[in-house]
C-alpha cells in the first residue's frame, strides 16, 4: 500500500442494500477506490453494547472490538490494516427494544473523528429511507425541503 493514498474503512450496517448504496455513492461522486466496505451485520446497538456499556471506549480501538466480532478468518485481515479515515454509518432505528436517545449521544460525542476513533452517521430512519429519495438534495424548490 502507497502510505500516501489515504485508505477509508466504512464500516456499514447491513450486509446488501448498505454496501451497494456506498458503493453507488462513492463512484457517483468519484470517490478514491482505496476503501473498505465492511458490513457489521447487526445494529447500531450491539456496537454500543460492546464499546460503551461494560467498557471505557477510551480504553479501546474500535478495530480490534471488529477484529474479535468477525468469525471469518480472512476477513479478520481488514481489520489489521491502517486506515486513514474511518465511518460508520448505521441506521437509527429508534423503534429498536434497546434504543435510547442517550446511547445515541454517548455515541455521537464519542465518534466525532474520522481520522482518529471514527466518524459516526446515521441514517434516519434507516438507510431504506432512500427509495423515497427524489435527487440530491432532495428539494422541492417550491417549498422547502421534502420530508422522506
Do not use: C, W
Not at 99 to 115: A, C, L
Amino acid at each position: 500500500m502507497n502510505n500516501k493514498t489515504p485508505k477509508i474503512l466504512m464500516l456499514v450496517e447491513g450486509a446488501k442494500t448498505d454496501v451497494l448504496l456506498m458503493k453507488h455513492l462513492l463512484s457517483i461522486y468519484g470517490i478514491s477506490s482505496n476503501h473498505e466496505i465492511v458490513s457489521y451485520n447487526t445494529n447500531i446497538y450491539t456496537l454500543y453494547q460492546e464499546m460503551f456499556a461494560e467498557n471505557d471506549p477510551e480504553n479501546m480501538d474500535i478495530l480490534q472490538v471488529l477484529r474479535s466480532r468477525e468469525k471469518n478468518e480472512t476477513r479478520k485481515q481488514i481489520f489489521d490494516e491502517i486506515y486513514s479515515d474511518i465511518l460508520l454509518i448505521f441506521d437509527l432505528d429508534p423503534h429498536a427494544p434497546d434504543f435510547t436517545p442517550e446511547k445515541i449521544t454517548e455515541m455521537q460525542e464519542y465518534f466525532t473523528e474520522s481520522s482518529d476513533m471514527g466518524k459516526l452517521y446515521l441514517n434516519y430512519p434507516m438507510v431504506e429511507a432512500f427509495y423515497h429519495m427524489t435527487g440530491i438534495p432532495d428539494y422541492d424548490y417550491n417549498s422547502n425541503f421534502i420530508p422522506i
